[in-house]
């Protein structure tokens, strides 16, 4: 139990458009599901706080028009990347949290590549 | 940030030895997590130790905590190639415990 997907797993695009990734939550429900950034080598940095019914919070530093959060249902939550630049450019990996455990599930991560 | 050290940030060991890597934060702490994460993957939960505990045992894992200190280890014992991957802990802030803040990782390579 508790497995959370990512899709996609990759995505090459060019500069100036947008990306979606879907983060679900497949046998458990979470009202709350986090998103991070990666590079490579490094650690993960929380990006923002996706709250299911209202609006993400996000990290200081990470713009909220840039990163666009939607938690629309318990088991799903979208981050777009709106107008990617090169430097967007990185590994993005999702949370979700059952609430239960205090514990956080991690999707396989998407990567993404803007040209 | 509250992010966490890890040290040593690189370990190449052989098969059969143990590892250890140590993680420092800064702030109270609930709760402290190790996680592994595999070239290009997610990250697979391994352990979880409460700030009332100071070791905690899972199968080749020990992980101890030391809160005066504000710092943890992860021992893997008899160590396997397959045991290869980058290791992180992670902490969560005493007074906002959703967020997990992760420290900077042990890329772990063991030679068979």
């Known amino acids: 139990g508790a497995v959370v997907s990512q899709h996609p797993s990759r995505v090459i695009c060019k500069s100036g458009t947008s990306v979606k990734i879907e983060c679900r939550s497949l046998d458990f429900q979470a009202t709350t599901m986090f998103w991070y950034r990666q590079f490579p080598k490094k650690s993960l940095m929380l990006m923002a706080t996706s709250n299911e019914g209202s609006k993400a919070t996000y990290e200081q530093g990470v713009e909220k028009d840039k990163f666009l959060i939607n938690h629309a249902s318990l088991t799903l939550s979208t981050l777009t990347v709106t107008s990617a630049h090169p430097e967007d450019s990185s590994f993005y990996i999702c949370?979700?949290?059952?609430?239960?455990?205090?514990?956080?599930?991690f999707g396989p991560g998407t990567r993404l590549t803007v040209l | 940030s509250q992010q966490g050290e890890e040290d040593p940030q690189a370990l190449s060991i052989q098969e059969g030895e143990n590892a250890t890597m140590n993680c420092s934060y800064k702030t109270s702490i609930n709760n402290l997590q190790w996680y592994r994460q595999n070239s290009g993957r997610g990250l697979v939960h391994l352990i979880l130790i409460r700030s009332n505990e100071r070791e905690k045992h899972s199968g080749r894992l020990r992980v101890t905590l030391d809160t005066s200190k504000k710092s943890s280890s992860l021992l893997i014992t008899a160590s396997r190639a397959a045991d290869t991957a980058s290791y992180f802990c992670a902490t969560d802030a005493r007074y906002n415990t959703d967020k997990l803040i992760f420290g900077t990782g042990t890329r772990l390579q063991v030679f068979p």
């Open positions: 949370s979700a949290d059952p609430g239960k455990y205090n514990e956080q599930f």
